[in-house]
């Protein structure tokens, strides 16, 4: 008999043969990337040395690839600005292992960076590092007490994210979150929990993020330890215990920043949210295909950089042209460059728009040059279409959700959503409720409220002995039933309105 689980185990298996077929075409990756002030940045992570590549930006599945502002250059010698967070565990079980973190910052601080420094235990502190230089890290961790009874790794994670997304940053700056903790600690077994700062690091690929587990001198957890390297995509290692020492650990996160590939393309973006469907293309000196595509993640549009807001750009035309954009300071004598047709402005919304039209300074491609697209990249990505879609079927038939349907289940019961702020994709639907209804910003969310505030798993509503009961889940977002604040779960009566953070809503039953 063919099971669910055979079903996804073989559309894995599919997937990886075809995506390592792409892979064969030219290995690469973009682990980091963001947009700045009228400017998008891409830093890729490259097998090989692209020997003089031309770097060019192909937005959507449009017929348009935008140049880079310069050559393809290493973050080491293009000047790029770098800064480092580092996430300290300051549980009782890191007591004797303090002095692999700062043989760790001793060896990091060699960078040419700005360092700053944040601890946490059952919640997560942010310690002032005075200029952010290498000698204000070290005093600040020489202060650290690590005497915490318990540790909660995963809203850390959270916490720290969200720190780095409302800072401050240098225009196309690399910011980078080190995580060091022994892995002792049973958040960060918790599924539940870790899937929530996984996905936090996930929708954010302005930062990179690194993981130091410490196992030196003591039983660890090795699950846990697994855990934390499935968090971000840069460097992931563990000090002691047949790993490495913390002086190569630190040389090896700072090894592969320094070595990743970065480019600048001047693009106008349109409303809020992140640009989708971009890929980074790679085209061999003199020849008009390229030879290497790599996907970038959903972008995100940041609004720092010296205090600058991004530009405000009208969206194409129906006819397919860019309107005309606020001019920049130094003149240019080309026409605006031609976009792919465009549609209306989309609503405001946290959704990735299908295509970003126009450019600040780039010029569309020649009508020489060929679309970024390469049959096997097709395949690869038709692979993993199939064992997502596997996945979330798997899921779905495993987990206890609202049912949508017309059918009511039984004992379940029937609820009318009312939002009375905020961006709500339920909004004025039915809900039958049998189990519970998870709240926030996650798309996996029965009710998925689109406010960056929110947090992505932010309560919940369960059925029990036939009474509905509201919990919150994150203590950061204050949860309010008919203006009181929660401390437990408390029963919902039809029409009490709740209050979480930016959203405010209501249920009829």
């Not at 996905?199 to 196992?215: C, K, M, N, Q």
């Not at 972008?299 to 969206?315: D, F, I, N, R, S």
Request: aromatic share 4%.
């Amino acid at each position: 008999m063919v099971t669910p689980r055979r079903i996804l185990c073989l559309s894995a298996l599919l997937a990886v043969l075809l995506t390592a077929s792409a892979g064969a075409a030219g290995e690469g990756s973009v682990p980091a990337a963001f947009w700045q002030d009228g400017t998008l940045y891409a830093f890729a992570r490259l097998t090989r040395d692209p020997a003089g590549a031309e770097p060019r930006l192909q937005l959507g599945t449009a017929d348009l690839t935008l140049p880079a502002e310069g050559p393809l250059a290493r973050v080491s010698d293009a000047g790029t600005p770098v800064s480092y967070l580092l996430l300290v565990d300051r549980s009782n079980s890191m007591g004797g292992l303090s002095g692999n973190v700062t043989a760790f910052a001793k060896r990091l601080i060699r960078e040419e960076a700005a360092f700053s420094l944040a601890s946490f235990g059952v919640d997560f502190q942010l310690l002032d590092t005075g200029g952010g230089t290498g000698d204000e890290l070290l005093a600040a961790l020489d202060g650290v007490a690590y005497g915490e009874e318990g540790t909660d790794l995963p809203t850390a994670v959270v916490a720290a994210m969200d720190h780095l997304e409302a800072r401050d940053r240098s225009p196309g700056e690399l910011v980078n979150l080190v995580i060091l903790t022994d892995g002792v600690t049973e958040a960060v077994e918790d599924g539940e929990a870790l899937e929530m700062a996984r996905y936090r690091v996930a929708e954010d690929p302005s930062v990179l993020v690194h993981t130091v587990g410490l196992a030196t001198g003591r039983a660890v957890s090795q699950e846990a330890l697994d855990a934390l390297a499935s968090l971000g995509a840069g460097v992931h290692t563990v000090v002691g215990a047949g790993g490495v020492s913390a002086d190569a650990a630190a040389q090896a996160v700072a090894r592969d920043v320094g070595g990743l590939w970065t480019a600048a393309f001047s693009v106008a973006a349109q409303g809020e949210g992140s640009f989708g469907k971009a890929s980074l293309c790679l085209l061999p000196e003199g020849a008009d295909t390229p030879s290497l595509r790599l996907t970038l993640p959903a972008v995100p549009l940041l609004t720092g950089g010296e205090g600058t807001a991004p530009p405000e750009t009208p969206a194409p035309s129906p006819g397919g042209e860019a309107p005309a954009q606020t001019p920049d300071p130094a003149p240019t004598e080309t026409a605006p460059p031609e976009t792919a047709p465009g549609e209306s402005p989309p609503a405001e919304t946290d959704a990735p728009p299908e295509s970003a039209g126009g450019s600040g300074g780039g010029a569309a491609a020649p009508a020489g040059d060929a679309l970024c697209l390469d049959p096997v990249w097709i395949a690869g990505g038709a692979g993993l279409a199939v064992a997502v879609a596997a996945a979330v079927l798997l899921l779905l038939r495993r987990r206890r959700r609202a049912d949508l349907g017309t059918d009511v289940p039984p004992g379940a019961i029937r609820l009318h959503l009312e939002v009375l702020e905020g961006r709500c994709d339920q909004d004025g639907q039915e809900l039958y409720l049998a189990g519970e209804l998870t709240i926030g910003r996650d798309r996996r969310c029965d009710l998925v409220f689109r406010e960056r505030s929110l947090p992505p798993l932010a309560g919940r509503i369960c059925l029990r002995d036939g009474f509905l009961f509201l919990e919150e889940l994150d203590p950061r977002c204050e949860t309010l039933l008919e203006g009181m604040r929660l401390y437990g779960p408390s029963r919902l009566r039809s029409g009490d309105v709740i209050s979480m953070g930016p959203a405010r809503f209501l249920f009829r039953f």
